[in-house]
């Protein structure tokens, strides 16, 4: 498992009963987990002191139920500033586990000894985005959301990046992978994280597992002659680590020399000193 464990600013204190209780900076969260079937931990005090709570409910999606929570506040992560709010459906505008995939696209722009040219899909809010840019790359930050790429270029300024070589672009990532084959444009690292689901502007629909196939075979013709890495995450609990790796084996290492590993993502947990599960991902790491 690819534990994400230099946070400082962000903590799972506990978790069970279908929920978390985290630490985000300053502030106290409770969110529904549907990993955390045990029981919580006894003596736990963080539960009553949450300073909001995400009530699921039975019909789905849910409501927050706020405290004492300002509209936005921060944390940070290494050198990268991230602002977060609650948001609908439990979210905050960050995946605290993709850090560990942060770590690995930093620790591989600084160590290519050579420019690199990076691709973000269905990049949210810019985690990987801004990874990528503080590591000294050139980033293409493609979302089809107006508001979270707008989102992650506050991001990119409160970390210091709003001068970095980063292309903001609103557009459906489907048809922007397409144009830019059209074009010729090639590049060097390619990050993904596909929805599970979702409908685009004409009625379109992506089913992550009837659809990512299609999509990274058509990604991959974007990778230049020598690739550093592909990253591919997935929340979907149809699309083991294994599923992946084999999908990037059969796209990226089937035209490049290589190595394929993939993983579950985690984040430790105070109380029981466990690893939550958190989705998965995928790496090809070129020669």
Known sequence: MWIAKDWSDYRILDCGGGEKVEKWADYTLVRPDPQAIWNRTEGVKAWDKANAIYHRSKSGGGQWEIKKLPAQWTVSYKELTFNLKPMSFKHTGLFPEQAANWNFIMEKIRNAGRPINVLNL????????????????????VDASKGMTQWARENAASSGLGDKPIRWIVDDCKKFVQREIRRGRKYDAIIMDPPSYGRGPSGETWKIEEDVADFVELTMQLLSDKPLFVIISSYSTGLAPSVMSYLLGITAGKKHKGTIEAEELGLPVDSTGLVLPCGSSARFIGE
């Open 122 to 141: 269905f990049a949210y809010t810019g985690g990987a985005t801004l990874a990528a840019a503080a590591a000294g790359a050139s980033v293409c930050h």
